[in-house]
C-alpha cells in the first residue's frame, strides 16, 4: 500500500514558510493593464487561478493572481509571483525548468539560489496526488507567456 | 425505504468487523477507508465469482452453439435475475447493463431523451445533483432547444419541494434527481417528489440510485418512476458494471442507444430491426464477468441484510457526526443525520480540504476532499470543496478514531501560522 507520508514528510510539506504564503499570500489582485491574462482550474478539484502578467520590454514588470484553492497551490502562486517580478524571459524558462524538475523529484543543489523561497515546496515530490496542486500557477504563467508570444507575433 | 423506517431501524446497528471479508482491508490493517460513497472495497467472494467465470465459464454470451457458451449466457442471464429480484424488478429484462449510473443516464438522454424532447418543454434537476445526472440534461436541452430548470435547495442541504413545485407546469417532460445525494449524504424524499411530478405533469421521472441501491432496501417497481440507474462498483461489486431499469412500456418505445452486435434482429442492405428487451440495449459482447461478479456481490449485501447495512452506517455516521461536531472549527453540511444516508460532509477551519485529506493520508484515513462532482452544489454552499467521510458494512469504530486523531493533527500542523 503506497503510504509514504511519515511525519517528517507532512512537516516537510506544510513548512511553515508554506503556511504563511497561505494565510498572507503576496501579490494577490489584479494588475489594472495587464499585458496578459489568463483563467485556469484544475478541473479534478475545482481550485482556480486567475494570473495577470506586465511587461516592460523582455521583463516582467509587475504579476498579480487571484483564486482559491488548498495551501499547496496558493503558496505556490504567492512565491512564484514574488520571483518573477523583474525577471527576464529567458530567467523565466529557466526558473521554470527547474521548478518542474523540483517537482518531479529532483533535489535541488545545497547552492541552488535559483528558485528562491520556492524551494520550501520541494516536499511536494513526496506527494504525487498534490504536484497538480503546486503546478497550477505555473501552467498559468506558460498560457500566459504564450499569450503574449501570439500578441507580439 | 422511507426515513421513519430508517429511525426505527438504527437502533440496533452491528458492530461487528466485517473486515475479514475484504482482502484489501485484511492486507492494510492500518487503512481506514472512508470514500465508500466514491467507490466500495471488493469482498473475497466478488473476486472469486470473476475468477471463477472466466476460469470456468469464459466464452461469449449469445454466441456459439457450443455447451461452453451456453454456460456464459446461461452465467449472464442468472446474474441478471438474481440483481433485478435484488433491486425490486419482477421484469428482470428491464434491467439494463451499463457501465454504471453515468451510462445509464446517458442512455436514457440519448435515446428517450433525443427522440422526444423538443424546444417546447422543459428539463428539471435539481442542484442536488451529481453532473452524472445534470450535464447529460443540459446538454439534451441546449441541442434541442428546451429549457432547462435547476431545482434549489433549502439552506440544509435538501431539495426544496416549494421550488420543485413553482418549476413543473405542462411543458415539463423530464425530472432528474438522485436518490441520495453523493456530495452530502441527503435521503431524497422519493414519494413526495413522484406524487408531486405525476399531480403536475406527464413528465419521465429519472432518478440517479448511485448512493441508495448499496446502502438500503430499493424496490423499484414499487417507487413510482420510470428510470432508476445503479452502479455496481459501489455496492461491493467490480468496476465497469451496473444498470438501468425502465418501465416495459418506456424501454420497449426507446429507440436503442448504441448499435452494433447483439442488439439486432435482422439487418439488411437498407434496413435494420432490433432485438427484444433487455439485448436492444446491450450492443457489443456483454461485461458478463462483471455481471457475475456483481450478483455476488448482490448474495453479499443480502446475507447481511440491506436493513442491517442501513442501520451500521448510521450509527457510524450518528457516533462521527456527534465527534466532529465537538471539534472546534470545523463544520459540517447537509441536513440533520436522521435525513442522510452514512456521508459526513464537512469543512475545518480555513484548513482546505485537500490539505485536510493528505494529512488524514498520513493516518492511513481515505476520504474524499474536493467539489465531489458537484459543482452547482458547492457554488451553493459557497465552498470550492468539503472533506467527505462516507462509511460502509466494513467500516468500525476504529475507524472514527483514526479520522478524528487525523483531524486534530491537521489542526495544529495548521495553527502554527494562525497568528
New interface residues.
Given amino acids: ?1 503506497p ?1 509514504p ?3 517528517a ?3 516537510a ?2 513548512q ?1 514558510m508554506i ?2 504564503h ?2 498572507r499570500p503576496r501579490n494577490k489582485g489584479t494588475l489594472e493593464n495587464p499585458d496578459a491574462s489568463v483563467e485556469m482550474n484544475n478541473p ?5 487561478i486567475g494570473l495577470q502578467v506586465a511587461f516592460d520590454g523582455d521583463q516582467i514588470s509587475d504579476v498579480k493572481f487571484s483564486g ?5 497551490s496558493l503558496a505556490s502562486a504567492s512565491m512564484m509571483t514574488q520571483l518573477l517580478k523583474g525577471k527576464t524571459r529567458v530567467e523565466i524558462d529557466s526558473i521554470r525548468k527547474r521548478f518542474r524538475e523540483l517537482m518531479l523529484g529532483g533535489e535541488p543543489p545545497a547552492d541552488e539560489q535559483e528558485l528562491g523561497s520556492l524551494r520550501a515546496l520541494s516536499g511536494v515530490a513526496r ?1 504525487p ?2 504536484v497538480k ?1 503546486a503546478l497550477l500557477a505555473w501552467n498559468a504563467l506558460e498560457s500566459a507567456l504564450a499569450a503574449k508570444a501570439v500578441n507580439e507575433g | 425505504m422511507n426515513r421513519a423506517d430508517l429511525n426505527r431501524t438504527g437502533e440496533h446497528a452491528g458492530t461487528e468487523s466485517r473486515r475479514a471479508d475484504f482482502p484489501l482491508l485484511v ?2 490493517p ?2 481506514h477507508y472512508l470514500d465508500s460513497a466514491a467507490t466500495s472495497q471488493k469482498p473475497k467472494i466478488v473476486l472469486d465469482a470473476l475468477r471463477g467465470f472466466y476460469e470456468s465459464a469464459n466464452a461469449n454470451p449469445h454466441r456459439g452453439a457450443y455447451s461452453l457458451s451456453v454456460r456464459a449466457t446461461e452465467c449472464y442471464h442468472q446474474a441478471r435475475v438474481r440483481i433485478a429480484q435484488f433491486l425490486g424488478v419482477r421484469d428482470s429484462d428491464c434491467l439494463i447493463f451499463t457501465r454504471g449510473t453515468t451510462e445509464g443516464l446517458n442512455l436514457v438522454a440519448g435515446s428517450w431523451g433525443f427522440a422526444n424532447i423538443t424546444n417546447e418543454d422543459e428539463i428539471v434537476v435539481t442542484a442536488l445533483d451529481h453532473h452524472a445526472n445534470f450535464v447529460p440534461w443540459q446538454v439534451l436541452a441546449m441541442r434541442k432547444g428546451a429549457k432547462f430548470r435547476v431545482c434549489e435547495l433549502t439552506p440544509d442541504g435538501r431539495i426544496d419541494l416549494d421550488f420543485l413545485s413553482g418549476l413543473l407546469n405542462a411543458r415539463t417532460k423530464i425530472v432528474a434527481f438522485n436518490h441520495v445525494s453523493n456530495a452530502l449524504g441527503t435521503i431524497n424524499p422519493i414519494d413526495e417528489i413522484v406524487r408531486l411530478v405525476r399531480e403536475k405533469t406527464d413528465a419521465i421521472l429519472v432518478c440517479d440510485g448511485a448512493q441508495s441501491a448499496p446502502h438500503f432496501p430499493v424496490s423499484f417497481d414499487s417507487l413510482g418512476i420510470d428510470f432508476y440507474a445503479f452502479s455496481g462498483h459501489k455496492m461491493l461489486g467490480p468496476m465497469g458494471i451496473g444498470g438501468l431499469i425502465g418501465t416495459r412500456a418506456m424501454l420497449e418505445e426507446m429507440p436503442p442507444y448504441q448499435t452494433g452486435g447483439d442488439m439486432i434482429e435482422l439487418v439488411h442492405d437498407d434496413r435494420t430491426t432490433w432485438n427484444v428487451l433487455p439485448h436492444k440495449f446491450e450492443a457489443g459482447t456483454p461485461n458478463a464477468a462483471n455481471a457475475v461478479g456483481l450478483a455476488a456481490a448482490v448474495d453479499y449485501l443480502e446475507s447481511i441484510g440491506m436493513d442491517e447495512v442501513i442501520a451500521h452506517e448510521r450509527s457510524l455516521m450518528a457516533l462521527a457526526q456527534e465527534r466532529l461536531a465537538a471539534i472546534d472549527g470545523l463544520r459540517i453540511y447537509g441536513p440533520p443525520p436522521a435525513q442522510r444516508s452514512g456521508v459526513v460532509s464537512f469543512t475545518l477551519a ?6 485536510l485529506a ?2 488524514l ?2 493516518e ?1 484515513v481515505c476520504i474524499r ?3 465531489h462532482c458537484a ?1 452547482p452544489l ?1 457554488r451553493r454552499l459557497d465552498v ?2 468539503t472533506a467527505r467521510a462516507s462509511f460502509y458494512v466494513y467500516n468500525d469504530e476504529s475507524d472514527i478514531d483514526a479520522l478524528i486523531t487525523g483531524i486534530i493533527k491537521a489542526r495544529e ?2 495553527t ?3 497568528a
Avoid: K, W
Avoid at chain 1, 479534478?44 to 482556480?48: F, Q, R, S, T, V
Avoid at chain 1, 482559491?68 to 499547496?72: A, E, K, N, P, V
Fill in positions: 500500500m503510504r507520508e511519515t511525519s514528510e507532512l512537516s510539506l506544510y511553515e503556511l504563511d497561505y494565510r479534478l478539484c475545482g481550485d482556480e482559491r484553492g488548498c495551501s499547496i506527494f496526488a498534490r496542486c | 492486507a492494510n492500518g487503512l480555513d484548513v482546505h480540504p485537500h490539505d493528505t494529512i493520508d498520513g492511513g476532499a474536493g467539489h459543482q458547492m470550492p470543496a500542523i495548521f502554527y501560522a494562525e
